[in-house]
């Protein structure tokens, strides 16, 4: 018998137990953030924009550390292992999580402001530099015209003059109108973002002002192909070749580098994290990617503060991110004779700590102590905490080598942002306490009648618990708790 047909089938009603219930497992509880996981260049600018926004700090760092990120791209990368040629570039993929009001678009805006604005400047100054380059152009034109006709006028007077000088061009018409660079982009098919990245070879950064958008058109079917690119770009270094001949699109991308950042609610978050952890499409680690992703709680406290933003931090990160654009990585990193990527190494303790911290990590990894979906985010962390530590490293220093201090930040931060992993991804690895919660919210309401059937709940379609397979999850963990019981 089907589950539809068991569900369908006649079922013992189900009322409220008499037995004393047992309240329903929470969300796990996340680690606290630190401002000591940050560069100490960086954290006045998230201190301040997280005290004068009143929004959690947790949204700034990532926004912050996603800026940086962009910035760097895939100039320079870092080698973990001291002879392996493994090199990995810092581009990464964050989501802030959070109710609507939380302040967590306002917040990334902000926090990008230094981004955009260099973007804004830079595309000002080629203005100007292109605008003079076609007045040059004009002008060198209208001389030359000027010089044929003076010629022409020569040669009717006497058809044996020497008319030379007059043909010669006395301009450099070898430059070319240039293109203003791109940081950003906020909506883009797989081809466009192709170009931009042919056009941006440093790479992009995609932000979504709600991420669940770009996750779910990217689960439709025909979209494997863009799901195979964005997967592919997540790396930062890997080449990648588009041909689609019935468009006429043929791109190829010598380093495609993504980078994504944006924000999404708990609700729809929780139904995309239960889908994908079923199987299918969810299965090949896009979710796993966004290493960044951060759920806190949020405070019910609020201060009302009216203040200037803080010069020195703002103008202190402004300075960093023109730093990074202009980074010479000739100057600090090493060019191996095989890798395109110019790279850094750790310094010795650095390196031993590494050493120990992966090894613990793959041994954990092959324990099976964990969720799948829970085993592969964590394999994410082979290339986010040696990311972290590079960036913490260009932000705070201008050594040649990766310090320990750079590091240990990285790998406490990771510790953090494990147990905001943890939390998302219980909304796949326990089912149905959100449907029960549900349920037990209807009830109180007097939505359901007493007894019940399970049939009675998923006819109403109500969000997520709406089939017989999500409200059969829920009863039962109403039962498990004494929440109801079958009469």
């Known amino acids: 018998m089907s589950l539809r047909e068991k569900a369908e089938a006649a079922i013992a009603p189900i009322e409220p137990n008499a037995l004393t219930p047992e309240p329903l497992p929470e969300l796990p509880e996340v680690k606290s953030f630190d401002y000591c996981f940050l560069p100490a260049s960086i954290r006045g600018y998230v201190e301040d924009i997280s005290e004068r926004m009143q929004c959690p700090p947790d949204f700034a760092a990532v926004n912050t550390y996603l800026m940086f990120s962009s910035i760097i791209g895939c100039k320079i990368g870092i080698r973990p292992k001291r002879r392996d040629n493994w090199v990995i570039v810092p581009n990464l993929w964050g989501a802030v999580i959070g109710g609507s009001g939380v302040m967590k678009s306002p917040n990334r805006s902000e926090v990008m402001k230094p981004l955009k604005q260099l973007q804004i400047e830079i595309a000002q100054e ?29 040669l009717k007077n006497d058809p044996a003059a020497d008319i030379s000088e007059y043909l010669k061009n006395d301009s450099d018409n070898s430059q070319e109108v240039e293109t203003a660079p791109r940081f950003i982009t906020n909506d883009a098919t797989a081809e466009a973002l192709g170009q931009l990245m042919i056009e941006n070879p440093n790479g992009i950064l995609f932000e979504a002002d709600e991420l669940i958008g ?76 966004f290493g960044l992703m951060v759920y806190p709680d949020i405070s019910p406290k609020y201060e009302y503060i009216d203040r200037f933003p803080d010069k020195l931090a703002r103008d202190t990160v402004n300075d960093l991110v023109r730093k990074l654009h202009n980074l010479d990585v000739q100057a600090i990193a090493t060019i191996g004779e095989y890798c395109k ?39 994410k962390y082979r290339k986010l905490v040696p990311a972290l530590a590079l960036i913490n490293h260009l932000c705070d220093s201008e050594e040649k080598s990766v310090s320990e201090s750079s590091l240990l930040r990285a790998l406490a931060y990771c ?40 049939r009675d709940i998923y006819r109403k379609c109500w969000a997520g618990i709406d089939t017989p397979k999500k409200a059969e999850a829920a009863i039962n963990v109403l039962l498990d708790y004494n929440h109801l019981e079958k009469s």
Not at 128 to 146: V, Y
Not at 246 to 260: D, F, K, Q, Y
Not at 267 to 284: I, N, Q
């Open 214 to 289: 770009l996750l779910k058109s990217l689960d439709k079917q025909g979209q494997e192909g863009a799901r195979a690119f964005y997967l592919t770009a997540a790396d930062g270094n890997q080449s990648y070749t588009i041909d689609r001949i019935m468009r006429g699109t043929n791109l190829h991308i010598e380093s495609a580098c993504l980078s994504i950042v944006g924000g999404i609610q708990p609700g729809v978050l929780g139904e995309y994290v239960r889908e994908a952890l079923s199987g299918g499409a969810g299965a090949d680690g896009l979710l796993q990617r």
């Open 341 to 379: 990527t110019p790279y850094l190494h750790f310094d010795d303790s650095a390196q031993e700590v590494f050493i120990e911290w992966l090894c613990n990590l793959e041994k954990r990894l092959r324990s099976d102590e964990d969720h799948p979906a829970i085993v592969s985010h964590l394999s």
């Open 126 to 154: 080629i203005h100007q530099r292109n605008t003079q380059l076609i007045n040059s152009g004009e002008e060198s034109k209208l001389r030359q015209a000027a010089k044929k006709s003076q010629a022409k006028r020569m």
């Open 415 to 454: 510790e953090y942002l494990e147990s905001h992993a943890r939390r998302v991804y219980s909304y796949g690895t326990q089912p149905g306490i959100d449907a029960a919660k549900s349920v037990l919210t209807k009830l109180k309401k007097g939505k359901l009648n007493s007894p019940f059937t399970v």
